[in-house]
């Protein structure tokens, strides 16, 4: 088949959805001759694309435009549509067709409606389970996500999920066939396992220190969304620093999407400001110093069911307390020290144990090292070739 392969416009600040696509394009690349299909990139610079494709199996295509203008373009043709009452093509369709794309693959979560068949991942169905949180719910962002999730999954040939939890939400709330969703787990994020084995460098050592942080410290890299519930570990550092007299330094890493003020006046109000160190966006470089410089990582995300930082964290020999909800277990296993995120003195309690108890600290590296290692963006790669060889006996029932 020649399969198209759409790549969002992220950039690094995007946080996951950068990482990921990063990581897959990179393999996709790397692996492409493995492949007995062929490969269309769609993409905004794809001069750029071409010059890192090493195959005569992959070529890239411009394919301009935002999220926002390609959902547009897809209502205008139902618009269109009704009112001719003839079939309309989008334009990403017309590019499709031009180039004889018989499939298309979804790298991202953001994707858009195409009459093709198609291959999606799901990030999360947070929006089901959790409405209240205002990032899925206010401004009219819940109807839109159920809007096109409805339609966009119950399309697809394939859906990717990363868990069996995953996988669980996606058949109870789309009524998707369990046979069309492939489970597919979150690779280890690529710069991780490329650096887990370098020690701190004297400059990574130096960027610590002007950061402010001293031993020991804990790192949360989250963008300031509600979701990622960094109030409640703010009231576990008070018990930390109340009742146990241990003041941790925080190193919180993320862009703001609107909470960080709220965060920053709550850690205030409650005696932290001194402990808390917000960097905002930082270089992978300054990440993996953070990570291998940390006591711990605390990822107590109410999201799930599943999250990359821990991922990071465990190939960079950093210990993970992580929020125990559903998909977590699954994902990381008893690499990790599982903690319900509506409990500050469960989080603290866990951060007391990895910094009193170096044995369980050592178990953690150990464990989380094993794990962070066991499915990388090769593996992830190939098992989405090997979706694209099921479908092919499918597809070549019918022309363009």
Known sequence: MIVGVVLEDFNAHEGGGYTIQADIFHWLVELCDESEHSFVLF??????ATSLIRSERMTAVAFPGTITERVVSVARRKSSAIQKKLPQQTRFEEIAHEAGVDFVWFISAQAFQVDLPYLAIVWDLQHRLQPWFPEVSAKGVWDHREAFYSRFLRRAAYVIAGTDAGSQEIQRFYQVPADRVRLLPHPTPSFAIKNSERKISVKEQQFLTAAGLTDPYLVYPAQFWSHKNHANLLLALKILRDQHQLNFSMAFVGSDKGNKKYI???????GLSSQLHFLGFVSEDNLVALYKGALALTYVS???????PPLEAFALCCPVIAADVPGAAEQLGDAALLVNPTKPDEIANAIRKIHHNESIRNELIVKGKERAMKWTGKEFTRGVFALLDDFESIRRCWSH
């Open 43 to 48: 993409c905004n610079r794809p001069q750029e």
């Open 302 to 308: 109410f999201f799930g069911p599943e999250n990359l």
């Open 264 to 270: 920053q006046d709550l850690g205030t109000e409650l």
